[in-house]
């Protein structure tokens, strides 16, 4: 009886820490948090975006080569300091064991492979497991579509060789996972028939998401005993959650069956920034898929339409995701030095998806796009195919360029139907070129 309540509360722990977020993300609430939000075009205003291709100087940029080597760097540099906080460099101790080296799974479709990532010399803290599964009959490398997830490896799939592990509950205490609920189950099969492997990592391995979650994460490694979180140009939790995607690519650049150049990131909502902010900084992830991302990702902050800076970074919700810097430009969204088109800018030329949905006007959609619409003039500079148009498409009318943007008739996160343009795009630009 007692192993019975554990389980069915740990469902519901997991089933309440995405719905809470689906739903806040959903509704039209009008206050959050004691701050007004306007779902009023009228209302937006006026504003004008930095842009990207002129830097700090004044000076315009002419060529790729001076994108590359002065303005990139740049813009990369004000994220670091103003939106996500500074990042280590990869640890000199990490290690990788790999623990399931090939076992046929999935009613003989995949070969599954898993891997702790032992982040220090410590192999009882500071480590992440990465769930992989790659086609069955692929002869040799593959590109992988990686999942940062809300969910344990063990609810992926209904695979009982998974490693079962641990989540996160809000008091600060792992819980074991229930592997038989069918929260966070995906499709899996849909990628590996078409030649493409599917990964999934925790994101609470790499740091629970909650106010002190810095405590038990990777953040607790490296802050020093009088730091004080969020500390004015240091990492956040989102960067802590970069970080550790990271580590993963250390890890596929060393297994041979995985194509490292051709890996898709992919993450919803806080996770869909997340994405976003790692392919910005990490050039080695050579696609990006980022569902919702919002405000403080793919949503310009000066259009003043759904959550916004203030609501982001309140004491009351999600300031521990970033760096402190950020909560300076909560009353006038203006001053800040950067905005998501300059984000959206630093995957170019390598494909990014947004994928967003019509009634998610919380995470403003429109916003997205006009992001992309922004950040179009260095896909071009770079010789790539921006979106082509300034004209935000109907709901269920993909655009599928280098720089791609999608929305779906439903509300927050990646609903089934995404999946196969999600695949569409994948093949599109890893499988012909």
């Given amino acids: 009886m007692k192993s019975s309540i554990l389980r069915s509360s740990v469902i519901l722990l997991t089933v309440t820490v995405w719905t809470s977020v689906a739903f806040s993300q959903n509704q039209p609430n009008k206050v959050v948090a004691g701050i007004p939000v306007n779902y009023d075009e009228a209302l937006v205003g006026t504003y004008t975006l930095p842009d990207p291709l002129v830097m700090l100087n ?101 695979d009982p060789g998974i490693k079962a ?84 690519m250390d890890y596929f650049e060393t297994d041979p069956q995985i194509d490292a150049k051709k890996v898709a990131l992919f993450g919803v909502s806080r996770l869909g920034k997340t994405v976003l902010w790692t392919g910005a900084r990490d050039t080695r992830f050579g696609m990006v898929i980022a569902s919702c991302g919002g405000e403080g990702g793919a949503a310009l902050s000066r259009r003043n339409y759904g959550e916004n800076i203030n609501h982001m970074t309140h004491p009351t919700r999600y300031f521990y995701q970033f760096a402190g810097n950020w909560r300076n430009y909560k009353d006038d969204f203006s001053k800040s030095p950067v905005d998501a088109h300059m984000l959206v800018a630093l995957m170019a030329p390598r494909p990014l998806l947004l994928q967003t949905g019509y009634t998610d006007t919380w995470s403003d959609p429109k916003g997205e796009f006009l992001s992309a619409v922004a950040a179009e003039p260095v896909w071009t500079l770079l010789g790539k195919k921006g979106l082509g148009t300034d004209v935000w498409p109907a ?35 890893f499988f012909n070129h």
Avoid: C
Avoid at 77 to 94: A, S
Avoid at 202 to 207: R, T
Avoid at 405 to 415: C, D, E, F, L, N
């Fill in 58 to 158: 004044g000076k315009k940029v002419k060529n790729a080569k001076m994108w590359y080597a002065k303005r990139r760097p740049e813009i990369l540099n004000l994220f670091y300091e103003f939106q996500y906080g500074r990042i280590p460099e990869k640890p000199k101790d990490m290690s990788f064991n790999v623990f399931d080296e090939g076992t046929p799974a999935l009613d003989g479709k995949a070969l599954r492979k898993q891997v702790t990532v032992y982040f220090t010399k410590d192999t009882s803290n500071y480590k992440m497991d990465i769930l992989i599964y790659l086609p069955a009959d692929s002869k040799g490398p593959v590109p992988l579509f990686l999942n940062v997830s809300f969910s344990p490896n063990a609810t992926v799939a209904n």
């Fill in 165 to 248: 592990g641990y989540m996160w509950g809000r008091d600060g205490k792992k819980i074991p996972v229930n592997r038989s609920g069918g929260f966070g189950r995906t499709n899996i099969s849909q990628f590996l028939s078409e030649g493409i492997g599917y990964a999934n990592i925790y994101y609470g391995d790499i740091e629970p998401d909650f106010t002190k979650g810095y405590k038990y994460g990777i953040r607790s490694y490296y802050m020093k005993p009088d730091t004080a979180y969020p500390a004015p140009d240091k990492w956040g939790a989102i960067s802590a959650w970069s970080w550790g995607l990271s580590r993963a």
């Fill in 395 to 429: 709901a269920g009318s993909p655009i599928l360029n280098d720089l791609g943007y999608y929305m779906h008739a439903g509300g927050h996160g990646a609903m089934p139907g995404d999946y196969p343009i999600f695949i569409k795009f994948i093949k599109q630009h």
